[in-house]
């Protein structure tokens, strides 16, 4: 039966709107004390926003919303939601403030106080090391717009660990994590619930992330609760993708595919630093695995983002190092950015525009044509994209099908080498192995594919060869297909699975 | 009834066209030109166009659309008007300058009634040079209109003729931008730090006079630098009257207003007209300021609610 | 703790629309439109003259500079930064090109004042882009050193046009029937409005505008397109400048010192927004209409000098709040 | 220079720390305070008295009702705003304060005055936080209409202050040897940076303007904090304007027309960005007295009214691209 005096938040009925979109169709949904409750469901089924509603940052149209003290008494919305704190799927960064600052001005509640630097770092140093000690010791007075993606989530998360509320909601926190960092998160998690009686609301695509760290789960479907309050251990992974609407999704495993096409071009690439290198032969697929400091310098110098010194990348018909990415796209090096919010999306331009972007910067065309149109919606439906019109604006999709746009930019667009950075990172499970498979048919057709991911499960899943990096940044190895396995991954980044 | 209603259809209406309005002395003229409108039974309408000559010529064309009979214009400048000349022509409307006259060479207008800038210019160099020679000195300073302007080239040109025939040195002209007695101040401060031997100041309009008598005022300096003003106004004939300044320079901005409303009246009336009326700045001192004749002077300077 | 498990059906994805309707492409463009009618019938029961074809000559002629001026801004405006030397270089073109006339050119001399624009373009393209300033910095220090430079010039005097022929730039027809204030006007709305919407690198100024990082990332050349923005607003600047001389058959050193104002405020009411990514060609023109429509009623209506800065604020605010109730009774944000 | 120490053992955390340096803290703000120095020493090459005691004097007179403006306008600019209202403010509250003494009111007219500042700051928060308007056209319109009133208030006339004794409030002294003008923009200077740097209610100031959207999301009083910038802002400006007419005992319908664009210029070059999150009130501060330092350096070289635009212009230039420079050799962007 239900004890609803136990639950600290509770939903009956929710419905909302943005506009002539209905979003949530009627959502129940309820967290007790003390546990760590997964919510799942498809993209844009409307787990952000219903997380929105419970937080008050959108306003419900009809149901119920209720928060209660530790007696079971029903608090007012306002006072419950002091008791709440959130970790949004598209970050809440300051850009202009200091790491220490960004962390502890919000638990400031009243404006006349003194704002005390010291107390501030203080909390902020004691948050921040929960999850990596190392990180926590260097960049309390950095500034957050100097941070990377990864070290931004670390940031969001100090605050709302640090917030001393009852209930945390974290969106998709574990999507700019590493392996290490993501298992240390959970150990945070699972010693607060337990001591403390915090309750946890987690976020996440990734299945295995989902059984080591949730014991209920409740999944949505189109703005409705289809599966509420069950034990995950209950539902085996091929349930939970059928709750969510995706049977047809299968499991596939690497298989072998054809050989590549190669109609592009027969040249190898060569990626090299001092002592090092690594030759990719056209239409395979590397993956890039470890902490993102070397990741990132890599990545840099693939697609002339910034003036690399380190790495060298060889290629007839290629220069030395790319001046810029413009150069590099033209030369056929395409690129998938792993910062949606800040670099990928163009929060101002409709759809189509998103889409096309690289298309047109690329393909050296004069004008936007009526083709255009079709060639977006062909992309659309082969990510499955949800949307209701071409035109509208990126910020009223979700943020996994955000991401299908950024992917949708590059899809069967003839290039020589793609980079992706986490390109499935936000993608729910049916559609990510759809992606694996688009990328891998572009393969074939001859392109390079470079897949840098901090999910180990996926590398494993795709990959022909792997190059991993240590924590240093330094380059550790390169792992071919028959060798791969979670334990050797482990060994060379430095960090457990 | 009939005949009102006639009569109201025969009420011609004057228009005034402001250069701009951040300077008090059009203001007056416009008063000048409504108050002679009112006398002669006319209907007033005004205008301003931010010192750009493009606005004036819709400013002038808008009037034609909204029906006016006669135009009194204070123009942005004098090469601003041929065009505008040549289409009032066309429309048959006659048109006054006043404070500004039309480019030389232009024969389309009705009537001209300007300042006679150049000459006021020598008169009042030479009394500010007086000034500087009865306080033991030679060096003037002038605060200046904007030198865009002729009128205010004009005073220049004869104040430089004074100072040379007069044995006067001018060491310092700066130049307003904003026409503000704060501006002035900074100014007159400025200067006479730089020039410490400074012993008259030249104010080329009313709130440089102002801003130079506060000044000295701050500086302990009343009357040991003389000051003398073109334009007056009630602040500066209060100055005068306590002696912070020595003399004015009225300019008759209602007069122009009230004279050039006269003579496109005239056009109208197919009576005889005057087109070229240069009018003198008449000086007035601190003896002579309560005397009937400057009382006349001043009801032409500006309106008496100021 | 409640357990549920409900199964249905799964949901069929709606169609994706691919047509972007004319009405909610331009909604605020209509909502301005609109806006404008109201004011010109408003002013129409005041003074019948308002309504007549004269006056509509009056409107276009009077607004032609200040339309192309804004059509300039917005191109700046969409890459996300600003225009503030706009005024001044409209200025400076009008004495630049009436000075080169005086001392001997014939209608060369407007070429000579176009460069004008491609100078203070060029500058501040490069430091925009090259040196890295702020736009709002860049453009305040040419405004302040153009606006110097066009009393410098004459050292102060205006200067008639020697040229007789010269009104023609403005007031021929190169097209029968339309004076080439109207042509230029709608030659230029039409070419830059395709340009924006339909052509590749006019995407670009959005995508530029909408977020520098990510369109440096795509490929599009982002300082590139930049530098073209401030180059195209000065030269349309300075052409407006041309426009403007040539109509009145002047140069003023101040001409144009209240347009600049002016040409942001269209762009804005026009819907772009300040902070880039948005705006349309049809948008600025209405916006600079709308300002002079306004300018227009208060002069015929015979609304005191004094009083018109107040009634033209109120306009504007009440045509941007119609604007903005529209936008939210739709929902959107 | 940061320097960090890394607490590996972390067993005694009080005493480790990082610490940012005053200098670098400051770096900005130093280098202006250099590029003033520099500019007073060239002027004085050229007039010896520019060194002068008395010039200091009239450089902080003629610099405090900038200095005070511009510390109001940064408070806006820090929250991602601009106010474009002040001059106007600045003039109305001059005009309704000697009018409000004509019609026989003692120095309780100068709390009529601030009431101006009240209203439109309460005005220009209204519609840039309930109304969600662009604060660029709503300070422009609160900039038209303030504008018109001054002139509406006395019908253009400008108005001599009657009560003899309001020169105190300007040049008095609250502390015997201090005038009070400078006192004032110290205290303000002080009690401003204070607020920023160390209140929480400050610090929501720059978490607006870095991002607005994420500071909504995190509890912080958004709307609050801007409306309080807009208040703030135009009460400055009165008070500005209250100290003007105080000095010079009259007030006229212009008087703060060319403040407006100055003070945001002011904010800039003290290092303050106009997307917001960025400024301190020491930067605005010697922004302003540069530009103060640049006009009386230009009036007493005596150079040609029409070079005061290049001049300064220029100098502006010089003191960003300095402030750029060191920027980009320290690696920061
Ligand atoms: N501001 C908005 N305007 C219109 N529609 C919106 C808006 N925000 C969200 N939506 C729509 O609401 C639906 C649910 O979005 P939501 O972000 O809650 O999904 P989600 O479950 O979090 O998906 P994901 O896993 O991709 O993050 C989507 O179809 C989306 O398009
Ligand atoms: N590397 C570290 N190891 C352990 N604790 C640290 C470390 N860095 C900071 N802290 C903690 O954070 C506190 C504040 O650090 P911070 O550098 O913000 O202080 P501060 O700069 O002196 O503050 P203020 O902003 O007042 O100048 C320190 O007193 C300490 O408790
Ligand atoms: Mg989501
Ligand atoms: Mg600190």
Redesign the pocket.
């Known amino acids: 039966m239900t004890d609803a005096s136990k639950d600290i938040v509770s939903v009956r009925s929710l419905t909302k709107s ?2 002539a ?1 209905v ?2 169709k009627g959502v129940d949904f309820s967290v007790a004390r003390g546990e760590i409750h997964a919510l799942l ?12 509603v419970i937080t008050g940052t959108a306003a419900k149209d009809g149901g119920e919303l209720v928060f209660r003290d530790m007696a079971g008494n029903i608090l007012t919305e306002a006072d419950g939601r002091r008791k709440v704190a959130v970790v949004h ?1 598209e970050l809440a960064l300051l850009p202009h403030l200091t790491v220490a600052e960004s962390i502890a001005l919000p638990h400031f509640r009243k404006g006349s106080r003194v704002y005390d630097g010291r107390t501030a770092g203080s909390q902020a140093y004691a948050a921040l090391s929960m999850i990596d000690r190392d990180f926590a010791g260097t960049a309390l007075n950095r500034l957050v717009g100097d941070l990377s993606l990864h070290e931004g989530q670390m940031v969001e998360i100090a605050r709302a660990l640090s917030s001393g509320a009852e209930l945390i909601l974290l ?2 926190p574990t999507a700019n994590l590493t392996a290490a960092e993501t298992e240390r998160l959970f150990g945070v998690l699972r010693k607060l619930t337990r001591g403390n009686g915090l309750s946890v609301v987690f ?1 996440s ?1 990734r299945m295995k992330e989902i059984r080591q760290i949730a014991h209920v789960c409740s999944i ?1 479907r189109d ?1 409705r609760t289809v599966v509420g309050n069950v034990p995950t251990a209950e539902l085996s992974d091929l349930a939970i993708i059928e709750h969510m609407g995706q049977a047809q999704a299968t499991a596939v495993a690497h298989s072998a595919r054809p050989a590549p096409v190669a109609s592009l071009s027969d040249e190898p690439l060569t990626i090299a630093e001092t002592g090092f290198s690594v030759t990719l032969q056209p239409g395979t697929i590397l993956g890039v695995a470890g902490a993102p400091a070397g990741p990132e310098t890599l990545i840099a110098a693939l697609i002339g983002a910034a003036h690399e010194r380190r790495w060298t990348v060889t290629r007839a018909g290629w220069p030395d190092r790319f001046r810029s990415p413009r150069e590099a796209a033209r030369l056929g090096a395409g690129f998938v950015t792993g910062d949606r919010s800040h670099r990928g999306i163009l929060h101002s331009l409709p759809i189509i525009d998103n889409v096309l972007a690289s298309r047109r910067a690329t393909r050296g065309s004069l004008f936007a044509t009526k083709r255009e149109e079709v060639e977006c919606l062909d992309l659309m439906q082969a990510l499955k994209v ?3 019109s071409l035109w ?2 990126p ?9 299908k746009l950024l992917l949708a930019r590059w899809l069967n667009v003839p290039s020589r080498l793609l980079v992706l950075e986490e390109p499935t990172r ?3 499970i049916g559609t990510k192995r759809e992606i694996y498979q688009l990328i891998r048919d572009m393969a074939t057709t001859g392109t390079a594919i470079v897949w840098w991911s901090t999910e180990n499960a996926e590398l494993l899943e795709i990959c022909d060869q792997v190059l991993a990096f240590d924590t240093e940044g330094r380059s550790s190895g390169v792992i071919e297909r028959d060798e791969l396995s979670e334990d050797k991954l482990a060994t060379l980044t430095g960090m457990a699975a | 009834a009939l005949s009102s209603v006639s009569h109201a259809e025969d009420r011609k209406t004057v228009a005034y066209l402001a250069p701009s309005l951040d300077i008090s002395y059009w203001q007056w003229v416009g008063f000048g030109v409504k108050q002679k409108a009112q006398e002669l039974g006319m209907d007033y309408v005004e205008f301003t166009s931010e010192n750009s000559p493009a606005k004036q010529m819709d400013n002038a064309r808008t009037a034609v659309t909204k029906g006016v009979d006669a135009i009194v214009i204070g123009p942005v400048s004098s090469t601003s008007t041929p065009p505008l000349l040549a289409y009032l022509k066309s429309q048959n409307i006659p048109i006054a300058f006043a404070g500004i006259g039309p480019q030389p060479g232009q024969t389309d207008y009705t009537s001209s009634v300007t300042a006679n800038n150049y000459e006021t210019g020598k008169a009042q160099g030479s009394f500010v040079c007086a000034l500087a020679k009865e306080r033991g000195g030679n060096k003037v300073g002038m605060l200046s209109l904007p030198q865009d302007r002729e009128n205010a080239q004009k005073y220049l040109k004869g104040a430089q003729e004074a100072f040379a025939a007069d044995g006067c040195e001018l060491v310092q002209m700066l130049e307003t931008r904003g026409l503000t007695v704060n501006e002035a101040v900074t100014q007159a401060n400025d200067m006479l730090t730089a020039h410490p031997d400074i012993k008259a100041i030249y104010g080329m309009y009313d709130e440089a006079g102002t801003g130079a008598a506060k000044v000295l005022e701050t500086r302990g300096l009343t009357g040991k630098i003389g000051i003398a003003v073109a334009d007056g106004s009630p602040t500066t004939i209060a100055l005068l009257k306590a002696t912070a300044i020595q003399g004015i320079f009225f300019q008759e901005a209602v007069g122009q207003g009230i004279d050039g409303t006269l003579q496109v009246f005239n056009a109208l009336t197919n009576a005889p007209v005057e087109k070229d009326l240069a009018l003198v700045m008449p000086l007035v001192t601190a003896d002579k300021i309560d005397t009937a004749e400057a009382k006349a002077v001043i009801a032409r300077v500006f309106p008496p609610s100021n | 703790m409640t357990k549920t498990i409900i199964d249905q059906a799964g949901a069929t994805p709606g169609a994706i629309r691919t047509r972007e309707g004319l009405v909610s492409a331009y909604r605020t463009e209509l909502a301005i439109a609109g806006a404008i009618v109201l004011l010109v019938l408003a002013v129409g029961t005041q003074v019948p003259q308002a309504m007549s074809w004269g006056n509509f000559a009056n409107i276009t002629q009077a607004g032609a500079p200040l339309i192309i001026m804004s059509l300039g801004v917005l191109l700046v405006v969409i890459t996300g930064g600003i225009d503030l030397s706009v005024g001044s270089v409209f200025s400076l073109t009008g004495m630049v090109t009436a000075q080169a006339m005086a001392s001997g050119l014939d209608v060369s001399a407007a070429l000579i004042g176009l460069g004008v624009g491609l100078v203070f373009g060029s500058i501040n393209g490069f430091l925009v882009t090259v040196a890295g300033l702020a736009p709002f910095v860049v453009t305040l220090i040419t405004f302040a050193v153009a606006g110097s430079l066009a009393f410098i010039v004459t050292n102060g005097r205006s200067m008639p046009i020697g040229d007789p022929d010269f009104w023609l730039l403005n007031s021929g027809s190169l097209i029968p029937g339309v004076p080439n204030y109207i042509l230029f006007c709608i030659v230029l709305l039409v070419v830059i409005e395709i340009f924006l919407k339909k052509m590749v690198a006019g995407r670009w100024f959005y995508a530029v505008g909408s977020s520098a990082a990510a369109a440096r990332l795509l490929g599009i050349p982002v300082k590139r397109t930049q530098f073209f923005a401030y180059v195209a607003s000065s030269l349309l600047a300075s052409f407006s400048g041309l426009l403007t001389i040539s109509y009145i058959l002047n140069a003023e050193s101040t001409a144009g010192s209240s347009l600049m104002l002016q040409a942001i405020a269209a762009v804005v009411i026009g819907g772009a927004s300040l902070l880039g990514g948005t705006g349309t060609a049809v948008g600025a023109v209405l916006g600079a209409l709308m300002i002079t429509v306004i300018q227009n009623g208060v002069n015929l209506i015979g609304i005191n000098s004094f009083w018109q800065g107040s009634v033209t604020g109120l306009a504007i605010l009440i045509a941007v709040l119609i604007d903005r109730f529209s936008k939210s009774r739709r ?3």
């Open positions: 943005y506009g979109t979003v949530l469901g498809g993209n844009g089924a409307g787990k952000s926003t219903l997380i929105r799927q969106d998709e976020v695509h949505i703005g949800k949307a209701g509208h604006l910020n009223t999709l979700s943020g996994g099908t955000q991401q936000g993608v729910d | 929902g959107a944000v």
